[in-house]
């Protein structure tokens, strides 16, 4: 089992969502909650912050990127095997519609074969609470298997 989801479910949400800050203290601009971490699948929210709003007063585009970046890599570290490494390589977004309340972002590696190495394509949506899909990502994970 990976270090991050056994951390996750020894100590719950809460306490995981400030550790977490401590391996990548950038997540914490976000003041995100990850709700869910298994194998294929990771969700978090993200409170509607002054501090993460554009001149527009909608969610920033990197807030939703930083968001996406923290459940996709927790969720690959979650799923992919025993002594395999990953490093994000690329991410393309599209921005949907104007993020204007707290959100929900979902990596859902279900249809991923995570026994394979290289490149791995991670999809992430994120949701606002009208259950509007506000915007989606794709991340492409460098993944190297032990061995």
């Not at 002594?83 to 393309?92: C, L, T, V």
Request: charged share 15%; glycine share 8%.
């Amino acid at each position: 089992m990976s270090q991050l989801l056994s951390m996750f479910n020894s100590v719950g949400s809460a306490q995981f969502s400030q550790m977490i800050t401590q391996v990548a203290p950038y997540f914490g601009t976000i003041n995100a909650t990850m709700q869910t971490l298994r194998p294929g699948h990771a969700e978090a929210t993200m409170p509607f912050r002054r501090e993460v709003t554009n001149h527009i007063g909608t969610v920033h585009a990197i807030a939703m990127c930083n968001m996406a970046e923290l459940v996709g890599g927790t969720m690959t570290d979650a799923s992919i095997p025993a002594g395999a490494r990953w490093i994000p390589k690329a991410m393309s977004v599209e921005y949907l519609a104007k993020a204007k309340t707290d959100l929900r972002a979902v990596a859902d590696g279900s249809g991923v074969d995570w026994a394979v190495g290289g490149d791995v394509v991670v999809p992430v949506d994120v949701f606002d609470t009208n259950g509007v899909r506000v915007f989606t990502a794709r991340i492409t994970m460098d993944v190297k298997l032990a061995g």
